[in-house]
T-cell receptor
Framework: AQSVTQLDSQVPVFEEAPVELRCNYS??????LFWYVQYPNQGLQLLLK????STLVKGINGFEAEFNKSQTSFHLRKPSVHISDTAEYFC???????????WGAGTKLIIKP | NAGVMQNPRHLVRRRGQEARLRCSPM?????VYWYRQLPEEGLKFMVY????????ESGMPKERFSAEFPKEGPSILRIQQVVRGDSAAYFC???????????????FGQGTRLTVV
């Protein structure tokens, strides 16, 4: 069975500092990987996704993530965060034939002024 | 093109009452998915529907929960005789085709936060 682990429940970071949100998954088959963001009192919005090809994926709002198959990781990064990035970030995975998304528990990004 | 619309945004029910959660998918989307998010947990798949058909309800509790997606109108998630443990955020997502196979994006609504008192 697939599972997703987001190692940090909260990540505090100063404004304009870089950030990395960690995501590890377990699966015996090839997968698609996703990062979603949930702003306060909003729905979930897709940040980026990895389907195939280049392991470095660029998304919206300056975020990027790198797929590392050997480490089964898909960490999300941003070189310089802004106060508007305050949100909860979710990593999710699905296998190539299944519509179900398996989700991590989420990481709250807290931006300190 | 409006996004996925869920209503109500917040719903309070007393134990034993019924809760009805509605989801209008994006225009042109005929695939709907319901997920539940318990406090401090990730989302968990509940059910996948196409118009008038339940494709996969493997994530639905066996009792008290049901879902439908009629030919006309929104998808409805119905919880009968609610208990405190049903308190959660319920998210609906839609897609134009199944999200399996091609990594098709699912578009999510803002969720309905159900509180059972």
């Amino acid at each position: 069975a697939q599972s997703v682990t987001q190692l940090d429940s909260q990540v505090p970071v100063f404004e304009e500092a870089p950030v990395e949100l960690r995501c590890n998954y377990s699966s015996s088959v090839s997968v698609y990987l996703f990062w979603y963001v949930q702003y306060p009192n909003q729905g979930l919005q897709l940040l980026l996704k990895y389907l195939s090809g280049s392991t470095l994926v660029k998304g919206i709002n300056g975020f990027e993530a790198e797929f590392n198959k050997s480490q089964t990781s898909f960490h999300l990064r941003k070189p310089s965060v802004h106060i508007s990035d305050t949100a909860e970030y979710f990593c999710a995975v699905s296998d190539l034939s299944n519509y179900q998304l398996i989700w991590g528990a989420g990481t709250k990004l807290i931006i300190k002024p | 093109n409006a996004g996925v619309m869920q209503n109500p945004r917040h719903l309070v029910r007393r134990r034993g009452q019924e809760a009805r959660l509605r989801c209008s998918p994006m225009k042109g989307h005929s695939h709907v998915y319901w997920y539940r998010q318990l406090p401090e947990e990730g989302l968990k798949f509940m059910v996948y529907l196409q118009k008038e058909n339940i494709i996969d309800e493997s994530g639905m509790p066996k009792e008290r929960f049901s879902a439908e997606f009629p030919k006309e109108g929104p998808s409805i998630l119905r919880i009968q005789q609610v208990v405190r443990g049903d308190s959660a955020a319920y998210f609906c997502a839609s897609s134009p085709v199944s999200t399996g196979g091609a990594g098709t994006e699912a578009f999510f609504g803002q969720g309905t936060r159900l509180t059972v008192v």
